[in-house]
C-alpha cells in the first residue's frame, strides 16, 4: 500500500530538548516536504526536498532543521523547540512527473510546554 | 507576492449542490489542486487543474480560468460525510522547484 508514515503522532516535550519527528514514503517520490498547520493559517511550508541531499528553506524555516540521506526518509529535527513551535505536523512527497498529487502522512501533533 | 483567497466557512443542505471558490495571485503558475481535510486528519487529494476548463470526478468537479486566477470546487448530492475542510493550493515555478502554496481553507458544513 502507497503511504507516506510519520512518528511519532503525538508528543508533549518541554522548551529545549531536542526531538526528531521521522517520515518515511515507500512510492519512491523524489520530492518531500514539512508543512505546519496551524488555525486560520492553512498550511506553511517548513522545508522541501528535491532529491537525496538537496533541500531549501519553505516559508517557515526557523527553528527546524532536516536531512535527506535516503530518497525514503526526511527527519524533521526540532533542535530546541519552543512554545511557538507547537502545531500540527505533516510530511508530503510527491513524484517529480505531472500531476505532482502530494500524499501526506498521518499528521503529528506536537505540544511544546 | 502569492495570494490564495478562499470563504473561511460555508454550509449546505444534504442532496444539494455547493460551490467552494478560489482566488489566487501568483507568479510561475503551473497548475492548481483541490484537497479534502477531515477534522484532525491528513490532507488527501481530490483534483488537479492545470489548463482552463472543468474536471469531473464523480460527485466533484473543479473549474479553472488562469486569466482570471479563479477556480472553483463544485460538490453534487452532498453527503454528511462531505463536512470537511476543503483546501485550494496552487502549484508555482519558483527557483526550478514547483512549489505548492496552500489557502487557509473552507470548512463545510452539510446538515441533514
Known amino acids: 500500500e502507497a503511504q507516506v508514515t510519520q512518528n511519532p503522532r503525538y508528543l508533549i516535550t518541554v522548551t529545549g530538548k531536542k526531538l526528531t519527528v521521522t517520515c518515511s514514503q515507500n512510492?519512491?517520490?523524489?520530492?518531500m516536504s514539512w508543512y505546519r498547520q496551524d488555525p486560520g493559517l492553512g498550511l506553511r511550508q517548513i522545508y522541501y526536498?528535491?532529491?537525496?541531499?538537496?533541500?531549501d528553506k519553505g516559508d517557515v524555516p526557523e527553528g527546524y532543521k532536516v536531512s535527506r540521506k535516503e530518497k525514503r526518509n526526511f527527519p524533521l529535527i526540532l533542535e530546541s523547540p519552543s512554545p511557538n513551535q507547537t502545531s500540527l505536523y505533516f510530511c508530503?512527497?510527491?513524484?517529480?512527473?505531472?500531476?505532482?498529487?502530494?500524499?501526506f502522512g498521518p499528521g503529528t501533533r506536537l505540544t511544546v510546554t | 507576492g502569492q495570494n490564495i483567497d478562499q470563504p473561511t466557512e460555508m454550509t449546505a443542505t444534504e442532496g444539494a449542490i455547493v460551490q467552494i471558490n478560489c482566488t489566487y495571485q501568483?507568479?510561475?503558475?503551473?497548475?492548481l489542486f483541490w484537497y479534502q481535510q477531515h477534522a484532525g486528519e491528513a490532507p488527501t487529494f481530490l483534483s488537479y487543474?492545470?489548463?482552463?476548463g472543468l474536471e469531473e470526478k464523480g460527485r466533484f468537479s473543479s473549474f479553472l480560468s488562469r486569466s482570471k486566477g479563479y477556480s472553483y470546487l463544485l460538490l453534487k448530492e452532498l453527503q454528511m460525510k462531505d463536512s470537511a475542510s476543503y483546501l485550494c493550493?496552487?502549484?508555482?515555478?519558483?527557483?526550478?522547484?514547483?512549489?505548492?502554496?496552500f489557502g487557509a481553507g473552507t470548512r463545510l458544513a452539510v446538515h441533514p
Open positions: 508530503a512527497s510527491s513524484s517529480a512527473h505531472p500531476p505532482y498529487e502530494q500524499y
Open positions: 512510492m519512491n517520490h523524489e520530492y
Open positions: 526536498s528535491m532529491n537525496v541531499e538537496v533541500t
Open positions: 501568483t507568479s510561475g503558475f503551473n497548475g
Open positions: 487543474n492545470v489548463l482552463d
Open positions: 493550493a496552487v502549484r508555482s515555478i519558483s527557483g526550478g522547484y514547483n512549489k505548492l502554496i
